[in-house]
């Protein structure tokens, strides 16, 4: 009678479980491994680890069955590092294409009376925790992703701006390079909204911003929405004189995009004020060294007839 239940839990439970003797032959062959190799047990009792599975000699999985057998040592082999050790398939459509499933091993020595020791090898099917595991990390990364870019125009946020300056900060302090920055601010944005709606104010914000996109080339350079009506420009490794260009470039770019503005007091078109600030980091200088240089050069713009660039140097403050 307990014969019969020891079969019938063998082939009711949902794990494979593969026995070997001393000499690594094998002497239990459960059903759920049959079904899931596509071997049945037949064709396998009595013949050694070797002989089943040619390709797995050597392997993490053949040397902890043998340290097993001879050391007592039990193990459990790392999904991460051992995906799918033994020719398991989930389905015969997966079996065709050669995919095996994702394996969880479980290696334990058994202690049989009056018999020489034994080693049990579980399996547990792990691909939908796997599969699971793996959405929810692609799910974090395009949340992560989301959260650093800015809903409207899908350039980077406030926040992405913050973590860059920081970043680039500390590189230019590390490698003694210039590092900088240029504040941007959309002339007379308000009577825009005023005069075409926020739906043609919108529109307005995102051609501004892929207008500052293709004039930043570089790998680490960073436009991003620093709020309402106002981009800022990170340029790593560049003096003032090379900022001063690229906020040339950016005015004009934005200029050239000739988009009608019949309430601006400076053109018929819109137009973008630039302030820009270089900072050469010394242990003293902050980030906000730099902002608030920058901040300085805009509203000297702003209020020097607007669609122009302003530079102001920046001195590390106490």
């Not at 079904?35 to 993490?60: C, E, N, W, Y």
């Not at 739906?199 to 307005?204: I, N, S």
């Amino acid at each position: 009678m307990q014969l019969d239940l020891l079969q019938g839990v063998l082939k009711a439970v949902r794990t494979g479980i593969i026995v070997f003797d001393a000499e690594q032959r094998i002497i239990l062959w459960n059903d759920w491994v049959e079904q899931h190799s596509r071997i049945v047990a037949d064709d396998v009792l009595g013949k050694t680890f070797t002989d089943v599975f040619p390709d797995m000699i050597d392997s993490r999985t053949h040397v902890a069955i043998s340290e097993a057998l001879r050391n007592n040592f039990a193990s459990l082999l790392s999904q991460t590092l051992n995906k799918a050790p033994f020719p398991l398939y989930s389905t015969p459509a997966d079996a065709a294409a050669g995919m095996r499933m994702q394996q969880a091993v479980h290696v334990m020595p058994l202690h049989i009376p009056a018999l020489p020791r034994h080693c049990l090898v579980q399996i547990t099917d792990v691909s939908m925790a796997v599969s699971r595991e793996r959405k929810l990390r692609e799910q974090a990364v395009e949340l992560q992703s989301q959260s650093l870019v800015d809903g409207l125009t899908g350039i980077a946020n406030r926040r992405r701006f913050d973590l860059h300056l920081e970043q680039e900060f500390r590189n230019a302090k590390r490698n003694s390079t210039p590092l900088s920055l240029i504040m941007i601010d959309v002339d007379y944005f308000k009577n825009y909204n005023d005069n075409y709606g926020h739906q043609r104010g919108d529109g307005c914000l995102v051609q501004i911003a892929s207008a500052l996109e293709r004039v930043l080339v570089r790998a680490n350079d960073l436009v991003s929405r620093y709020g309402g009506e106002e981009f800022a420009a990170i340029l790593p490794n560049t003096n003032e004189e090379g900022a001063l260009r690229v906020a040339e470039a950016l005015r004009a770019e934005v200029e050239s995009l000739a988009l009608a503005h019949a309430c601006s007091g400076v053109a018929d078109h819109v137009t973008i004020s630039l302030g820009v600030s270089t900072l050469m980091p010394e242990p003293a200088a902050k980030t906000g060294n730099l902002i608030h240089a920058a901040d300085r050069a805009l509203y000297q713009a702003k209020h020097s007839g607007r669609n122009c660039v302003v530079v102001n140097a920046c001195k590390p403050r106490a």
